[in-house]
Every structure is written in structure tokens, then in C-alpha cells.
T-cell receptor
């Protein structure tokens, strides 16, 4: 069975702090994809990144970076120099063949001015 | 950009009513999904469809049905609404093509309240 755990229910930081959102997954598949989505207060989930199980390279996109470690089944997301606009619920998700995405419970991030 | 449109942002219905939630996507995506989102539970898959007139049960299909008569439209039906179906409902679509793991594209969601 596939499962995604996001142990942090809510995180609060002050603007300009760095923050890391944790994601741990379980799967028996050797080929799988991991995703991060952002859900701002408007409600629409926005796709941030996709990573396949064979590519453990870390990725950086502006203030966002992702650390994928197969050895610990983790796919963590770091926001550097956080901003108020980063306030949202963030979801980590796992997919095998794109027809059943398993989502974690989400982490609510509040960035205070 | 992909556009997934859900017909209603907020709905209030009475227990026992038949409820239709509509979703339309404009990118010719093969796959369409219905999720419900509840606090602390994340998103749970209700049904998905990978082709017109095809449907597959997700993790929590009880009390729901779906219809996909046209490729761009995927409807979720609550046959007899109950209070435990009060939730946020999210529609999503994705492309298959040569990539079975293309990301989901979501609509804005429909917040349904059943009284």
C-alpha cells in the first residue's frame, strides 16, 4: 500500500526565515513519482514540482528547493527567506502510474510579517 | 495554461437531495478525477476516469457516482446527500500521452454543505 506522511500539521515562521516541510512516503513500487502542491487561501491546488524515483538530484527553483532521499523515503521541501505570499497549505503526493495519486494530510504554513 | 472549471464555488443542499457537481477541462486531458478534502485527512480519491464513459472507483466511492459522457466533462453525483458528505470537492485532470505521471491540474473546488 502507498502512504504519504506529513508530520507537521502547522508551521508558523516570521518573514525571511527559512522553513522546511517534511514528507515521508511508503511504497513497494520501484518506479514512482513524487509531487509537491501548494494550496493558497483561494483553494486551487498549484503544482510545484515532480520528481521520479530514479532521479535523486536535488532541485532548486528560486527560493524553493527540494531534497529527495530514497534511503530515508523522504522528499522534503525548503523555502528560503520566506514571504507572506508563501502562506498556504502544502501537500506532498505519490503516484505510480498517474491514475491514483496518494496525498499526505498537508502542512499549513503561516508566514507572519 | 490548463483550465479546470468547477461549476459552483459554494453549494448548500438538504439531506436526501440529489446533488450534481460539474467539472470541465479545456486541455483535452484523458484523465479526470474527483477528490474530497477534509481537515487532517488530505485529499481522498472518490472516482476517476481515464476515458469517456469509463470510470474507476477510488478510495471512498460509497454514496457517490460519476458520469463522463464527453471527454471534457466529469460529473460527480451524490445520489442522496448526507451530512457526512459536507466537504470541499476538488476536480482534477491530467494528460496521459507518453507520460503516465503528468501532474494533476486542479479546479478551484466546490465547498458543499449538507444540512
Amino acid at each position: 500500500a502507498q502512504k504519504v506522511t506529513q508530520a507537521q500539521t502547522e508551521i508558523s515562521v516570521v518573514e525571511k526565515e527559512d522553513v522546511t516541510l517534511d514528507c515521508v512516503y511508503e511504497t513497494r513500487d520501484t518506479t514512482y513519482y513524487l509531487f509537491w502542491y501548494k494550496q493558497p487561501p483561494s483553494g486551487e491546488l498549484v503544482f510545484l514540482i515532480r520528481r521520479n524515483s530514479f532521479d535523486e538530484q536535488n532541485e532548486i527553483s528560486g527560493r524553493y528547493s527540494w531534497n529527495f532521499q530514497k534511503s530515508t523515503s523522504s522528499f522534503n521541501f525548503t523555502i528560503t527567506a520566506s514571504q507572506v505570499v508563501d502562506s498556504a497549505v502544502y501537500f506532498c503526493a505519490l503516484s505510480h502510474y498517474g491514475q491514483n495519486f496518494v496525498f499526505g494530510p498537508g502542512t499549513r504554513l503561516s508566514v507572519l510579517p | 495554461d490548463v483550465k479546470v472549471t468547477q461549476s459552483s464555488r459554494y453549494l448548500v443542499k438538504r439531506t436526501g437531495e440529489k446533488v450534481f457537481l460539474e467539472c470541465v477541462q479545456d486541455m483535452d486531458h484523458e484523465n479526470m478525477f474527483w477528490y474530497r478534502q477534509d481537515p487532517g485527512l488530505g485529499l481522498r480519491l472518490i472516482y476517476f476516469s481515464y476515458d469517456v464513459k469509463m470510470k474507476e472507483k477510488g478510495d471512498i466511492p460509497e454514496g457517490y457516482s460519476v458520469s463522463r459522457e464527453k471527454k471534457e466533462r466529469f460529473s460527480l453525483i451524490l445520489e442522496s446527500a448526507s451530512t457526512n458528505q459536507t466537504s470541499m470537492y476538488l476536480c482534477a485532470s491530467s494528460s496521459t500521452g507518453g507520460d503516465y505521471n503528468s501532474p494533476l491540474h486542479f479546479g478551484n473546488g466546490t465547498r458543499l454543505t449538507v444540512t
